[in-house]
């Protein structure tokens, strides 16, 4: 990101605080049910924490409420889930000045910098 700024540029990213998740497996998040024509889609996540890595599944539960089919879909993903204290550093050894991070912009943390002039 640093290189792809001109000086001066700023940068803000916004990231999931995995210090403040609760760590294990089969750790499931909700998202709600959506109404989509005829489908109704049931959407959640599970979550498995291996180490600083989270093993996430997306399922999409999909009813045909015309003919009552379900089909059940699911995605996965790794990420790795670092601390913002360490994204910050980071931020700060690439080159960034004025590196700080917002709690109350967005519903999860904001993280800022600048690149040097």
């Known amino acids: 990101m640093y290189a792809c700024l001109c000086p001066g ?3 803000v990213i916004t990231v999931r ?4 998740e ?7 998040k909700p998202y709600g049910v959506r109404m989509q024509g005829q489908s109704r889609y049931l959407l959640f ?3 498995d924490f291996e180490d600083r890595y989270c093993n996430i599944t997306i399922f999409f539960v999909e009813e045909n409420m ?3 089919e379900v089909k059940t879909h699911a995605m996965r993903s790794r ?6 204290s360490t994204l910050l550093r980071l931020m700060t050894e690439a080159g960034f000045k004025d590196v700080r991070q917002l709690d109350d912009a967005f ?3 904001v993280l800022i910098g600048t690149k040097r002039a």
Do not use: E, L
């Open 9 to 11: 540029g700023g940068c």
């Open 17 to 20: 605080d995995y210090d403040n």
């Open 22 to 28: 609760p760590r294990g497996t089969n750790i499931v």
């Open 45 to 47: 996540q599970v979550w």
């Open 66 to 68: 015309a003919n009552g």
């Open 79 to 84: 990420y790795y889930a670092i601390s913002t």
């Open 107 to 109: 519903y999860q943390p």
